[in-house]
């Protein structure tokens, strides 16, 4: 039984930062994509930053770009998000996310991760 657990969410004011972290037990998750997406509400749950098993492929959304930096530490099974000069816009619950498959490619979409931390809140205040 795979369990992702997200910490490091919280309140900041716009251009303020924070780092969110991600941490796999169940499995080793050092060949396996990782995706942080985030939902605010009214809105769909969408991929934010990815990391590829090798670390040699990184995706960010537009949104992010410039601003969030995803890394991950295979000793500790961990995978975090970088979050700088936040906006109020960046406001969401934020999960981290692995598919079962080994050796794949960053997926975009929600449907096609298996395994789901229990998200972790991140405000932005104006």
């Known amino acids: 039984q795979v369990h992702l657990v997200e910490s490091g969410g919280g309140l900041v004011q716009a251009g303020g930062s924070l780092r969110i972290s991600c941490v796999a037990s169940g499995r080793t998750m050092d060949r396996t994509a990782m995706g942080w997406f985030r939902q605010a509400p009214g809105k769909e749950r969408e991929l934010v930053a990815g990391?590829?098993?090798?670390?040699?492929?990184?995706y960010y959304a537009d949104s992010v770009k410039g601003r969030f930096t995803v890394s991950r530490d295979k000793a500790k099974n961990a995978v975090y998000l970088q979050m700088n000069n936040l906006k109020p816009e960046d406001a969401a619950v934020y999960y981290c996310a692995a598919p079962r498959e080994l050796y794949g490619m960053i997926r975009a979409t929600a449907a096609e991760y298996d395994y789901w931390g229990q998200g972790t809140r991140v405000t932005v205040s104006s």
């Open positions: 990391i590829s098993w090798s670390e040699g492929t990184l």
